[in-house]
């Protein structure tokens, strides 16, 4: 029998590896420092930028919306997708890692450094690929009540 689990619930096992995740990064920083610890975290979403080139190549601006909203739905986010003429914008609300790091004790702009890192880290891999897109942050959140809005940009 296959279990379906709620948006609810998958925000809620997404937060709860973040929080894990956040306490570790903790003990990391403690023994490391800030600096080497985010080049260390940045360095496990490089990953994704294949994904991402893949997707920037080969899909259509709606069916790139599409794939990235499934994405983001799946990592346990409720995003607004919206499109410009050259770009996806993912509008998240609720946010699993930024509510797991905040339980895990760490503070706003430890958070948004994490976040950044993962981004900038993601854009960096898309570039050394040459790729046909970019991603970036264009606002993050001020708080757990705020949003941030992330763009998939299509260089052609």
Known sequence: MVMKMSSEEVFDAWKNGFSTYGKFFK???KEIGMERALELHGSGY???GPVFDEMFRTLSLEE???NIGGIFTSFGYNPKISQTSKSVL???HGCPDYEGFKEAG???ETI???CLCSVAS???SLQKLGANGEFSINKYRSDSDDFCI???KKKK
Do not use: M, Q, R, S
């Open 27 to 29: 003990a990391v920083t």
């Open 46 to 48: 490089e990953n994704y």
């Open 64 to 66: 790139l919306g599409a």
């Open 90 to 92: 993912v509008t998240v």
């Open 106 to 108: 760490l503070d706003h």
């Open 112 to 114: 948004k450094k994490l």
């Open 122 to 124: 993601i854009d960096a």
């Open 150 to 152: 992330h763009e998939f």
